[in-house]
C-alpha cells in the first residue's frame, strides 16, 4: 500500500458525459501528478500540482482540467468525454519540494470506460 | 523516435534465471525511475537512479550517465517477478515530470 488512494476504481459512463477523479496523496506530500495509461499510448504525464499550485503541464487535452484543495487532495475533471478517453488514471505523490530526486507513490489507479 | 526505449518489449524466462531489461534515453535527465505494474494495474516504484548502482533484495538497477543507458537485472526470477517494468526519466531538475518508455513485459514460467 502506497499511502495513495483514489476514487473511485472503476467508472463506466457515456459519450459526451463529464466524470470527475479524486486523489488523496500521501500524509505530508505536497506534490501531486496526474497520468494516464491507454492501451495504444502507454503512460503519459498529465499535470502536476504542489502544494495548491500547477507546477508541470504534460499532454492533457483542454476538455480535461484538475485542482488541488488546501488539504492537498486533487481533483481530475474530464469532460465532453470520448470513447478515446477511456484509460487507466494514476495519480501519484512525492514530498519536499519539485525535484526529479523524488520518488514519486503511485495510487491504485481508477479505470475509466467510456461507453 | 521515443525519447525512452525500452528493450525488449518481452521477456520470457524460467524460474530461477537471471534477467536484464535495457532502457535508453535521448535526453538530458536528472534522474532515472524504473517501476513495476503489476497485472492488475498496480504500479510501484522500484528504484530511483541518478549515476552507478542501486541494489533492493534480487533487483539491481545501473544507469551510464555518459552512454544514456540503464538496465535493470532481477537475480534468480520467480514467477512472482512477472509484471511490466517500466523506465522513466525525469528531465528536468525542477519539475518531477516523467517520461515514459512502454514497458517490457516479463513472465515467468515455474
Known amino acids: 500500500d502506497s499511502g495513495v488512494t483514489q476514487t473511485p476504481k472503476h467508472l463506466i459512463t457515456a459519450t459526451g458525459q463529464r466524470v470527475t477523479l479524486r486523489c488523496s496523496p500521501r500524509?505530508?506530500?505536497?506534490?501531486v501528478y496526474w497520468y494516464q495509461q491507454s492501451l495504444d499510448q502507454g503512460l503519459q504525464f498529465l499535470i502536476q500540482y504542489y502544494n495548491g499550485e500547477e507546477r508541470a503541464k504534460g499532454n492533457i487535452l483542454e476538455r480535461f482540467s484538475a485542482q488541488q484543495f488546501p488539504d492537498l487532495h486533487s481533483e481530475l475533471n474530464l469532460s465532453s468525454l470520448e470513447l478515446g478517453d477511456s484509460a487507466l488514471y494514476f495519480c501519484?505523490?512525492?514530498?519536499?519540494?519539485?525535484?526529479?530526486?523524488?520518488?514519486?507513490?503511485f495510487g491504485p489507479g481508477t479505470r475509466l470506460t467510456v461507453l | 523516435k521515443n525519447e525512452v526505449e525500452q528493450s525488449p518489449q518481452n521477456l520470457t524466462a524460467q524460474e530461477g534465471e537471471f534477467i536484464t531489461i535495457n532502457c535508453s534515453y535521448s535526453?538530458?535527465?536528472?534522474?532515472l525511475h524504473w517501476l513495476q505494474q503489476h497485472p492488475g494495474g498496480g504500479i510501484v516504484s522500484l528504484f530511483m537512479?541518478?549515476?552507478g548502482k542501486k541494489k533492493h533484495g534480487r533487483l539491481i538497477a545501473t544507469i551510464n550517465i555518459q552512454e544514456k543507458h540503464s538496465s535493470l537485472h532481477i537475480t534468480a526470477s520467480h514467477p512472482r517477478d512477472s509484471a511490466v517494468y517500466i523506465c522513466?526519466?525525469?528531465?528536468?531538475?525542477?519539475?518531477?515530470?516523467?517520461?515514459f518508455g512502454t514497458g517490457t513485459r516479463l513472465q515467468v514460467f515455474p
Open positions: 537512479l541518478s549515476s
Open positions: 500524509s505530508g506530500d505536497l506534490s
Open positions: 535526453v538530458g535527465i536528472s534522474a
Open positions: 501519484a505523490s512525492s514530498p519536499r519540494t519539485p525535484s526529479s530526486y523524488n520518488e514519486q507513490f
Open positions: 522513466a526519466v525525469g528531465p528536468s531538475m525542477d519539475t518531477d515530470k516523467l517520461i
